[in-house]
């Protein structure tokens, strides 16, 4: 059973860090790309940060120069180091995997952990 948990999350004050992990686990052969989203309250679910395995980045307008993401693929385990947060940062921050394969050849699509929750506050 493939699983991606992600930890890290909790409350910082406005102008603090987080990292955030994100590690897959189940027999995994290879993860396309990995990435991170976030949803707020009362909003849709926005992509903040894409890497793939070679590790070519993306990211949101809105975390440029604040956030960076990195793989370790020995690990299957991506991350999010957050810098400068703000109160508009708080969301779920979920994890992404495009396609995983396993190495008995099975493909999972689009797969998501379950969320960890991020909240920037005084």
């Known amino acids: 059973q493939v699983q991606l948990v992600e930890s890290g999350g909790g409350l910082v004050q406005p102008g603090g860090s987080l990292r955030l992990s994100c590690a897959a686990s189940g027999s995994i052969f290879s993860i396309n790309t990995m990435g991170w989203y976030r949803q707020a309250p009362g909003k849709q679910r926005e992509l903040v940060a894409v890497?793939?395995?070679?590790?070519?980045?993306n990211y949101a307008d809105s975390v440029k120069g604040r956030f960076a993401i990195s793989r370790d693929n020995a690990k299957n385990t991506v991350y999010l180091q957050m810098n400068s947060l703000k109160p508009e940062d708080t969301a779920v921050y979920y994890c992404n995997a495009d396609k995983i394969t396993t190495v008995i050849w099975s493909t999972y699509y689009d797969y998501w952990g379950q969320g960890t929750q991020v909240t920037v506050s005084a």
């Open positions: 890497i793939t395995s070679g590790g070519s980045t």
